[in-house]
Protein backbone atom coordinates (compact mmCIF):
# COMPACT_ATOMS: atom_id res chain seq x y z
CA UNK A 1 0.00 0.00 0.00
CA UNK A 2 1.50 3.34 -0.95
CA UNK A 3 1.96 6.07 2.03
CA UNK A 4 1.26 8.99 -0.29
CA UNK A 5 -1.83 10.58 -1.29
CA UNK A 6 -3.49 10.33 -5.10
CA UNK A 7 -3.63 13.76 -6.22
CA UNK A 8 -7.01 12.74 -8.83
CA UNK A 9 -8.46 11.35 -5.43
CA UNK A 10 -10.30 13.86 -3.43
CA UNK A 11 -9.92 14.52 -0.25
CA UNK A 12 -12.87 15.62 2.54
CA UNK A 13 -10.97 18.29 3.17
CA UNK A 14 -10.96 19.87 -0.06
CA UNK A 15 -12.96 22.71 -0.70
CA UNK A 16 -13.70 23.26 3.58
CA UNK A 17 -12.55 26.73 5.00
CA UNK A 18 -12.17 26.86 8.77
CA UNK A 19 -14.21 29.21 10.58
CA UNK A 20 -12.41 32.62 12.18
CA UNK A 21 -12.68 31.31 15.75
CA UNK A 22 -10.81 28.59 14.36
CA UNK A 23 -7.69 30.25 13.35
CA UNK A 24 -7.78 32.28 16.25
CA UNK A 25 -6.72 29.95 18.51
CA UNK A 26 -3.77 30.44 20.56
CA UNK A 27 -0.72 27.78 20.69
CA UNK A 28 -1.42 24.86 22.69
CA UNK A 29 -5.23 25.12 22.18
CA UNK A 30 -5.99 21.31 21.38
CA UNK A 31 -4.53 17.30 22.12
CA UNK A 32 -3.81 15.27 19.43
CA UNK A 33 -3.27 11.65 19.49
CA UNK A 34 -2.89 8.96 17.20
CA UNK A 35 -4.46 5.88 18.89
CA UNK A 36 -4.26 3.75 15.27
CA UNK A 37 -2.73 4.02 12.09
CA UNK A 38 -2.28 1.26 9.44
CA UNK A 39 0.05 4.33 7.20
CA UNK A 40 -1.85 5.41 5.01
CA UNK A 41 -0.77 8.98 5.17
CA UNK A 42 -4.64 10.39 4.42
CA UNK A 43 -4.74 12.19 7.98
CA UNK A 44 -1.25 13.72 7.69
CA UNK A 45 -1.81 15.21 4.44
CA UNK A 46 -4.68 17.02 5.00
CA UNK A 47 -3.50 19.11 7.91
CA UNK A 48 -2.65 22.21 6.69
CA UNK A 49 -0.22 23.14 9.77
CA UNK A 50 1.78 19.79 9.98
CA UNK A 51 1.06 18.46 13.12
CA UNK A 52 1.50 15.06 11.82
CA UNK A 53 4.95 13.78 10.88
CA UNK A 54 5.61 9.38 10.23
CA UNK A 55 7.69 7.11 12.42
CA UNK A 56 10.24 4.37 10.94
CA UNK A 57 7.14 2.31 9.90
CA UNK A 58 5.39 5.19 8.04
CA UNK A 59 2.59 5.46 10.45
CA UNK A 60 1.47 8.77 11.97
CA UNK A 61 2.93 10.34 14.40
CA UNK A 62 1.92 13.86 16.45
CA UNK A 63 5.33 16.25 16.04
CA UNK A 64 3.94 19.52 16.37
CA UNK A 65 0.57 19.20 18.48
CA UNK A 66 0.94 23.10 19.95
CA UNK A 67 0.25 24.27 16.04
CA UNK A 68 -3.39 22.17 16.01
CA UNK A 69 -6.04 24.62 15.80
CA UNK A 70 -8.94 22.32 16.00
CA UNK A 71 -10.06 21.63 12.45
CA UNK A 72 -11.01 18.60 12.63
CA UNK A 73 -9.68 17.41 9.50
CA UNK A 74 -7.09 14.81 10.12
CA UNK A 75 -10.39 13.39 12.18
CA UNK A 76 -13.01 13.55 9.35
CA UNK A 77 -9.71 12.04 6.90
CA UNK A 78 -7.89 9.22 8.67
CA UNK A 79 -9.55 5.47 7.27
CA UNK A 80 -8.89 4.35 10.97
CA UNK A 81 -10.99 6.38 12.69
CA UNK A 82 -7.84 7.02 14.81
CA UNK A 83 -7.41 10.48 15.17
CA UNK A 84 -8.70 12.01 18.66
CA UNK A 85 -8.54 15.79 18.89
CA UNK A 86 -9.84 17.40 21.71
CA UNK A 87 -9.77 21.48 23.29
CA UNK A 88 -7.90 21.72 26.33
CA UNK A 89 -10.27 24.00 27.47
CA UNK A 90 -14.25 23.09 26.52
CA UNK A 91 -15.22 26.76 27.46
CA UNK A 92 -13.23 28.62 25.16
CA UNK A 93 -12.72 26.22 22.29
CA UNK A 94 -15.12 23.81 20.08
CA UNK A 95 -15.28 20.52 20.29
CA UNK A 96 -15.61 18.23 17.50
CA UNK A 97 -19.37 18.02 17.58
CA UNK A 98 -19.38 21.99 17.95
CA UNK A 99 -17.80 22.19 14.67
CA UNK A 100 -19.21 19.12 12.79
CA UNK A 101 -23.35 20.57 13.43
Known amino acids: MASWIDPRKPTLFEGLTARS ?38 RCEVVNEELCFGCMACVAQCADGGVAVAPRDARRYPSVGDILR
Open 21 to 58: QLVECPLHAYTVRVERCSGAGECSAVCPVGVFGTDFAG
